[in-house]
């Protein structure tokens, strides 16, 4: 088999950190070129990685001739970047969220759809150990039928103050549940069957980033005057097998614990879970009974890299021809769930949710 073209685009933090770094250790992956906007990261990367380097990521999918694109811009660009790139018939990796609503994810995977080529999108934390064995709780039958789950993705103090989280465009104008309460949200649907979900209630505040005091406790620099996005979401779930789902998260809160600390529950007839970590999980322990005890299962988890995982799971699906570990239907329902949070929050009822034809 032949070694597939990559060209990273968008090398920030992200981008260099999560996804060129592991492509550049993928077996399968040959990484050629990279893209991004801003021509000091441009240079300092291509120094590095002794790659090719490009403003223009449909420029470097025609010269260099790629196969496959990994997509770390920020997240109000993934959509559009990563339909061209479809459109051109190249396999995409793009970094969560894959869109900024409910219709630009349903476009994006059409357009893969169309082309016929693999869309993964970038979770990495799909790839914890202790997230897959929850899975394997699920899928084995042992956790038996799933009726409530609880997740919580909270920051003490944690608003991410550059514009690629602060900047309506960049960010996609949505705040935290769209940035960080999406990993939460998909490690409850991983785990759960990624059921349909049929309506959802929701609220939404902002009370930290329009105080001018909070600069100096959260992450970089923002304008508070300008400052509009939610720094606290909170919702609550059905799906059409009953089960029902709530989840909490925030940028900022006055809670008791230091950083960042993720957390759920899913509740199954059989037994029940309960896991902890930050945007992956770390922790997971099962909870359940025989004839005549109760018991607690905690697994010996192994130490994984999660990025390479990632990578290396986009790659075999392209050399095989398989579907991706994370696809973008499952997004489909994970932006329906968060549209639906952000439409009952605006609108102060429950609302339905009805998934798009694909
Ligand atoms: N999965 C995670 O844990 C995690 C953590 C942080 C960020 N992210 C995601 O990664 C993405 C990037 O975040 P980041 O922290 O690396 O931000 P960043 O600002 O450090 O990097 C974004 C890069 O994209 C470049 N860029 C902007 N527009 C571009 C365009 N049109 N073409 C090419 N490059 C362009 C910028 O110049 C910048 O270098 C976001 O979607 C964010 O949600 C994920």
Redesign the pocket.
């Known amino acids: 088999m032949g070694e597939v073209r990559v060209g990273v685009?968008?090398?920030?933090?992200?981008?260099?950190?999560?996804h060129l770094i592991p492509l550049t250790r993928t077996p399968g992956a040959r990484v050629v070129a990279v893209?991004?906007?801003?021509p000091a990261?441009?240079e300092s990367v291509c120094r590095e990685f002794h790659v090719a380097g490009y403003?223009?990521?449909k420029e470097m999918i025609e010269r260099e001739g790629l196969e496959a694109v990994s997509i770390?811009?920020?997240?109000?660009?993934?959509h559009?970047?990563a339909v061209e790139c479809l459109r051109r018939g190249v396999h995409a990796l793009v970094?969560?969220?894959l869109g900024a609503s409910l219709q630009e994810v349903a476009e994006v995977v059409r357009a893969a759809k169309q082309a016929n080529k693999v869309l993964m999108v970038?979770?990495?934390?799909r790839f914890s150990p202790a997230l897959r064995y929850g899975v394997e709780l699920y899928e084995s039958g042992t956790l038996g039928e799933p009726y409530y789950a609880y997740g919580y993705l909270v920051r003490r103090r944690g608003i991410?103050g550059?514009?690629?989280?602060i900047d309506k465009e960049?960010?996609g104008g949505k705040g935290v549940l769209l940035?960080?309460g999406c990993?939460m949200l998909d490690n409850i649907l991983a785990l759960t069957g990624f059921r349909r979900p049929v309506s959802a209630c929701g609220a939404v505040y902002t009370k930290f980033g329009k105080d001018p005091e909070e600069i100096k406790f959260n992450w970089g620099w923002w304008d508070p005057a300008r400052f509009e996005l939610e720094d606290f979401a909170a919702g609550f779930v059905r799906f059409d097998n009953g089960m029902t789902l709530t989840i909490e998260t925030a940028w900022a809160a006055n809670v008791s614990h230091r950083g960042e600390v993720g957390r759920l529950r899913v509740l199954g007839e059989k037994g029940g879970i309960e896991a902890e970590g930050h945007?992956?999980l770390q922790e997971i322990g099962f909870y359940s009974r025989t004839k005549s005890f109760l018991t607690d299962t905690k697994p010996l988890l192994p130490n994984a890299d999660l990025?390479f995982e990632m990578t290396k799971a986009f790659i075999r699906s392209i050399q095989e021809g398989t579907e991706p570990p994370v696809t973008g239907w499952q997004s489909v329902i994970l932006h329906a769930i968060m549209d639906a949070i952000y439409e009952s929050a605006s609108a102060g009822r429950e609302v339905r949710i009805n998934l798009p034809e694909i």
Request: hydrophobic residues 30%; proline residues 8%.
């Open positions: 685009i968008g090398v920030g933090g992200h981008g260099r950190g999560r893209c991004d906007t801003n990261t441009l403003m223009d990521f770390a811009t920020p997240s109000g660009l993934h559009r970047i970094d969560k969220p970038g979770f990495w934390s991410p550059k514009p690629t989280f960049l960010s940035d960080i990993y945007e992956a990025s």
